[in-house]
């Protein structure tokens, strides 16, 4: 099992860059107007997911739900108008990374995905919407990758079946677009 304490270095960039975004909100607060209690509570609720995902490798519920309940409030409150469309992408993103993992199951064998993390993604479809979305999963596979190379110079070699927690890595790319917006092409 991959405990704290083995995989902390494999994991530093995603503290740094959360880090980063919260001194992005810190600078932002003034225009973030009630956006930014918000932004704080998404913030708390990642911060409890990365630590239980990194020590436990698993995603416990209890914030998943109060994450759900808090993206529907901020959009309700925000953007009245955008709560079905944002509700339909949540189940969108949460349907298409399950889909992936029971595929992935079904061809490796074994579990690539935690149970929880196409809800976590789902909740990301919840906060950011469809624009977002993609930009999410990039900065969320991108950073996985990372974490997985390091680890691996870590260890000279890293065996497939060895899991490696992916709540960090969705809760990064979720903070980041939220932060920072949506990555855009051009």
Do not use: N
Request: glycine share 12%; charged share 15%.
């Amino acid at each position: 099992m991959l405990r704290a304490e083995e995989g902390c270095r494999a994991h530093t960039h995603v503290l740094w860059l959360g880090l980063a975004g919260a001194v992005v909100l810190g600078v932002q607060h003034e225009t973030l107007g009630w956006y930014a209690a918000a932004s704080v509570a998404l913030f708390c609720g990642l911060c409890v997911i990365v630590l239980f995902d990194v020590e436990y490798l698993v995603i416990p519920d209890g914030p998943l739900l109060f994450l759900f309940a808090a993206g529907v409030a901020t959009t309700w409150l925000g953007a009245p108008e955008e709560l079905s469309s944002r509700l339909i992408c949540a189940f969108g993103a949460w349907a298409a990374l399950r889909l992936f993992s029971l595929g992935y199951e079904r061809w490796r064998g074994f579990a690539g995905l935690g149970a929880a993390d196409p809800k976590l993604f789902g909740i990301a479809g919840l906060w950011l919407g469809l624009q977002a979305l993609p930009g999410c999963l990039l900065i969320s596979a991108v950073s996985g990758l990372i974490s997985a190379a390091v680890l691996m110079r870590e260890r000279q070699s890293i065996d497939e079946k060895q899991p490696i927690p992916f709540g960090p890595h969705l809760a990064l790319g979720l903070w980041l677009s939220w932060t920072l917006g949506p990555l855009e092409g051009g």
